[in-house]
């Protein structure tokens, strides 16, 4: 009995999308789903020949009788560049058989903990990444190319069209590589350090359709700037803000510490689950907003907010989850280490008027042992009034840590809502939560990176003497 079934439309056979030239992840381009604000390279995957693909979605009930979804010729639409590129592990592999085989895995790690009710699947699995990124190299012939490097390697594999990536933002690459030779900016090569152009960052928000393109530079002056980016919006009017990044080191980091708005205001914004969010070249965003929405709506279901409880949102990054709950929450609190990611924050609570949030720079495991009711006073000390409620953790691959989870034990919440990328290491974690008083009651998977091994879970645990 299959946990998978076609969301909300009746069973169609699938049919061919032809390919389409118009209109999203530490490493995100391979899943991971915690972007660090200097980030990784990451790998550019597949062209944009596409078949819709039968999706999924979660059946909690158990008895539901799921009909059984068509399976699709494993090869049928499977991209030329998949070889070389190695970023999408299931490439050629039926999206139901996808599914099937994440969810197989989660039940198998997380499966003694609790019941995993299904996985929810997406629509049209297809060019679902947000924020696309682009190496730039030229070849012996002297041919300009941008695309992915090729794995284990720093060999840049051309890639004209990803399966995965907003088709708007591969467009843009492209047209950038176009324009290279007739304002004479030579591309940069990692071995000489000769050469300007690195890689080009475009993050494109599916729900204002506002677009950032990010030229990465490996000094900060570009040759005819203004022209540039006037030749460049004239292709791609709908293009927002223009940035430079310097990256003059010799790394493998993509962005650099030094950036400049040529064009725009620099940033864009976009909106998720009713809320407004601020982003800017290395703020942390979803790359799937599409399935960020459903799994942060379920997250947010499973809390059981009434309105009356105060919870704490750890790695809070920019803030989204806490915004989000925000709404139903008496009040909420998010401690994250990260400066930049905690400046961003708050501005998008101001910019969504969100008044019963605060946000704080801090090891979110030393702040709960600080202010175990999960405020202070402005004169630092711990204010005593109230309890920590519920606790959202959202935690990097690793998992969380042993110091981290004592904290939460100490502060005893309720709940704990754990959303996780890496099932391997919550099932470590919710293994330390057992032996520690906590239950864990359900979990659910969520396909957030198709094409490729990568699958997130959200669970609940509760504390064992509270009635869940």
């Known amino acids: 009995m299959s946990d998978i079934k076609k969301s909300g439309k009746k069973e169609q056979d699938r049919s061919k999308v032809k390919n389409n030239r118009s209109p999203q992840p530490d490493i995100n381009r391979k899943g991971i789903k915690r972007e660090n604000y200097n980030e990784h390279n990451q790998k550019r995957k597949l062209n944009n020949q596409s078949d819709k693909a039968n999706s999924g979605k979660v059946s909690r009930d158990k008895k539901t009788v799921m009909k059984k979804q068509q399976v699709d010729k494993s090869n049928e639409n499977k991209c030329i560049y998949a070889k070389k590129c190695g970023g999408c592990t299931y490439q050629g592999t039926p999206y139901s058989q996808q599914l099937e085989k994440k969810l197989t895995e989660v039940r198998r790690l997380i499966?003694?903990?609790?019941?995993?009710?299904?996985?929810?699947?997406?629509?049209?699995?297809?060019?679902?990444?947000?924020?696309?990124?682009?190496?730039?190299?030229?070849?012996?012939?002297?041919?300009?190319?941008?695309?992915?490097?090729?794995?284990?390697?720093?060999?840049?594999?051309?890639?004209?069209?990803?399966?995965?990536?907003?088709?708007?933002?591969?467009?843009?690459?492209?047209?950038?590589?176009?324009?290279?030779?007739?304002?004479?900016?030579?591309?940069?090569?990692?071995?000489?350090?000769?050469?300007?152009?690195?890689?080009?960052?475009?993050?494109?928000?599916?729900?204002?359709?506002?677009?950032?393109?990010?030229?990465?530079?490996?000094?900060?002056?570009?040759?005819?700037?203004?022209?540039?980016?006037?030749?460049?919006?004239?292709?791609?009017?709908?293009?927002?803000?223009?940035?430079?990044?310097?990256?003059?080191?010799?790394?493998?980091?993509?962005?650099?510490?030094?950036?400049?708005?040529?064009?725009?205001?620099?940033?864009?914004?976009?909106i998720l689950c009713g809320c407004t969010f601020k982003i800017s070249p290395k703020s942390f965003y979803q790359v799937n907003p599409v399935q960020t929405e459903k799994l942060y709506g379920r997250a947010i279901e499973l809390a059981g907010l009434t309105g009356k409880e105060r919870v704490l949102d750890a790695y809070c990054g920019i803030g989204t989850i806490g915004i989000i709950a925000s709404k139903k929450a008496a009040d909420v609190i998010g401690v994250e280490l990260n400066r930049a990611a905690v400046k961003d924050a708050i501005v998008n609570a101001k910019i969504n008027d969100i008044?019963?949030?605060?946000?704080?720079?801090?090891?979110?495991?030393?702040?709960?042992?600080?202010?175990?009711?999960?405020?202070?006073?402005?004169?630092?000390?711990?204010?005593?009034?109230?309890?920590?409620?519920?606790?959202?953790?959202?935690?990097?691959?690793?998992?969380?840590?042993?110091?981290?989870?004592?904290?939460?034990?100490?502060?005893?919440?309720?709940?704990?809502?754990?959303?996780?990328?890496?099932?391997?290491?919550?099932?470590?974690?919710?293994?330390?939560?057992?032996?520690?008083?906590?239950?864990?009651?359900?979990?659910?998977?969520?396909?957030?990176?198709?094409?490729?091994?990568?699958?997130?879970?959200?669970?609940?645990?509760?504390?064992?003497?509270?009635?869940?």
Do not use: W
């Not at 042992?369 to 999960?374: L, Q």
């Not at 409620?389 to 998992?399: E, L």
């Open 355 to 468: 008044k019963n949030v605060r946000f704080y720079c801090e090891d979110a495991g030393e702040y709960m042992e600080k202010y175990p009711t999960g405020l202070m006073h402005a004169d630092g000390q711990n204010n005593a009034n109230g309890h920590i409620d519920v606790v959202f953790m959202d935690p990097p691959r690793a998992g969380s840590d042993e110091k981290f989870m004592s904290s939460v034990v100490k502060l005893s919440p309720k709940k704990v809502v754990y959303i996780s990328c890496n099932p391997e290491t919550l099932a470590r974690d919710l293994r330390y939560f057992k032996k520690h008083g906590y239950k864990a009651e359900v979990g659910e998977a969520y396909d957030m990176f198709p094409f490729t091994n990568h699958v997130e879970t959200v669970c609940l645990l509760s504390r064992q003497d509270v009635d869940s």
């Open 111 to 270: 499966g003694r903990y609790c019941e995993v009710t299904g996985i929810v699947g997406m629509d049209n699995p297809y060019n679902y990444r947000n924020k696309v990124h682009a190496a730039f190299d030229m070849t012996r012939r002297g041919e300009i190319i941008s695309g992915v490097y090729q794995e284990g390697t720093h060999e840049v594999v051309p890639v004209e069209y990803c399966q995965i990536e907003d088709a708007k933002s591969d467009e843009i690459i492209n047209d950038i590589r176009g324009m290279l030779r007739s304002f004479k900016i030579k591309t940069y090569d990692e071995d000489t350090g000769y050469g300007l152009l690195r890689h080009v960052l475009v993050r494109r928000g599916f729900k204002t359709n506002e677009i950032m393109v990010v030229l990465i530079l490996g000094s900060p002056i570009l040759p005819s700037k203004n022209n540039f980016v006037k030749a460049l919006r004239q292709k791609h009017p709908e293009i927002s803000t223009v940035i430079i990044n310097v990256n003059d080191k010799k790394t493998s980091m993509v962005l650099g510490g030094k950036e400049s708005v040529i064009y725009g205001k620099g940033f864009i914004n976009d």
